[in-house]
């Protein structure tokens, strides 16, 4: 299997693994200790944690407090919900995870446009919203948003600034001027099951989830030392690996993208994660073409709306037809993709399309 789908979700480092095994709980250990307890156990498994913490703010600004959540999409959640905005700004092309909690909260809310490499117009901020949130890699088409310039614009309208940074946290430079910025473990080579909330110092939110107060009072629900100390080996290993890992994602995209050559790129070409090649051919059977290659792995969109059956509402914002969006796929490369793989997997996709007559 040839796996290409590193946007929904990347294999498990080794050194994350290895940082887990002693807190997975085995009945012979004290790794299973409840990290909220008092007693010797659970100070260690306490102190885990608190390593993990800060292994994750390393990827993230200083000036701020990191607080564990289930994922990306509960900090998101948290992030909206808890600010107590009721007018809120979100870019066109956010993650649903974005997009359906902002609607819940403002249904009128100002959906700002991208231009067709999928950059936002932030000159189309309206006045008095009181949250503004943006991406900072797009998942599907892997654009990189200017996002501390549009953190500006937010800031001088009186708003605050919400970053997803799920794509883009242990790849690039955190978003600096951000308010709250959400990240996801599974996505940095970490286990699923654990993202987390970054907060500027001085901003306070109401808790979405009650409880004991675990997480200084903003997050209820025991932790699991072992899903916190994979997501912090996970970041330390990221930070230390950006600008190798940039650079092999550069060299995997250029050959993708050489061998590919006649299909159309979605998305920008120099504003992008080179991790992510989103790319259309007309009148290509995208589900012909996967049934073809049913030994790897790549999408036609997000996973979180695979199946749906509709077109991808990132590629409609850009301005394309349903036909060229249904016509589109998402390659995705990562730490651990060998050339050899995408120059075999570039080429039997050709191959696969070109036996389509296309």
Same mark, same amino acid.
């Given at each position: 299997m040839i796996?290409?789908?590193?946007?929904?979700?990347?294999?498990?480092?080794?050194?994350a693994r290895a940082a887990m095994m002693p807190w997975l709980?085995?009945?012979?250990?004290?790794?299973?200790?409840?990290?909220?307890?008092?007693?010797?156990?659970?100070?260690?498994?306490? @102190? *885990? &944690?608190?390593?993990?913490?800060?292994? !994750?703010?390393?990827?993230?600004?200083?000036?701020?407090?990191?607080?564990?959540?289930?994922?990306?999409?509960?900090?998101?959640?948290?992030a909206i919900v808890g600010s107590g905005a009721r007018k809120l700004a979100v870019s066109a092309i956010e993650? @649903? *995870? &974005?997009?359906?909690?902002?609607?819940? !909260?403002?249904?009128?809310?100002?959906v700002l446009p991208v231009d067709g490499e999928g950059l936002v117009d932030d000159a189309a901020l309206p006045p008095g919203v009181g949250l503004v949130a943006v991406m900072q890699v797009n998942n599907e088409i892997g654009t990189i948003q200017p996002v501390d310039r549009i953190a500006a614009r937010a800031h001088h309208t009186g708003a605050l600034f919400l970053c997803d940074a799920v794509q883009g946290a242990g790849r690039i430079a955190a978003p600096a001027e951000a308010d709250m910025i959400a990240i996801s473990a599974h996505k940095i080579y970490g286990p699923k099951g654990i993202g987390a909330l970054w907060l500027r110092d001085g901003l306070d939110l109401a808790p979405l989830i009650r409880g004991g107060r675990q997480e200084g009072g903003l997050r209820s629900g025991t932790l699991s030392?072992?899903?916190?100390?994979?997501?912090?080996?996970?970041?330390?290993?990221?930070?230390?690996?950006?600008?190798?890992?940039?650079?092999?994602?550069?060299?995997?995209?250029?050959?993708?993208?050489?061998?590919?050559?006649?299909?159309?790129?979605?998305?920008?070409?120099?504003a992008?994660?080179?991790?992510?090649?989103?790319?259309?051919?007309?009148?290509?059977?995208?589900?012909?073409l996967m049934s073809d290659l049913r030994d790897m792995a790549f999408s036609a969109g997000s996973a979180?709306?695979?199946?749906?059956?509709?077109?991808s509402h990132v590629l409609r914002a850009l301005g394309l037809s349903d036909h060229d969006a249904k016509s589109s796929i998402r390659l995705g490369f990562g730490r651990y993709t060998?050339?050899?793989?995408?120059?075999?997997?570039?080429?039997?996709?050709?191959a696969a399309a070109a036996a389509q007559g296309v």
């Open positions: 796996y290409l789908d590193h946007q929904a979700t990347t294999p498990l480092a080794p050194e709980g085995g009945a012979d250990t004290s790794g299973f200790a409840n990290p909220h307890s008092p007693h010797r156990p659970g100070r260690a498994a306490a @102190a *885990a &944690v608190e390593v993990a913490r800060e292994q !994750v703010a390393l990827l993230l600004p200083p000036g701020g407090r990191v607080t564990f959540t289930s994922g990306a999409t509960e900090a998101l959640n948290l993650h @649903a *995870a &974005v997009l359906d909690t902002a609607r819940a !909260v403002d249904p009128a809310m100002a030392p072992m899903l916190c100390a994979g997501f912090g080996a996970a970041a330390a290993l990221a930070q230390t690996r950006m600008a190798e890992d940039a650079s092999h994602h550069t060299a995997l995209w250029h050959r993708a993208r050489a061998i590919l050559s006649r299909w159309t790129l979605n998305g920008s070409a120099d992008r994660w080179p991790g992510n090649l989103n790319l259309r051919l007309p009148g290509l059977d995208v589900g012909r979180c709306a695979s199946g749906s059956g509709r077109p060998e050339l050899r793989e995408i120059e075999d997997a570039c080429a039997r996709i050709e």
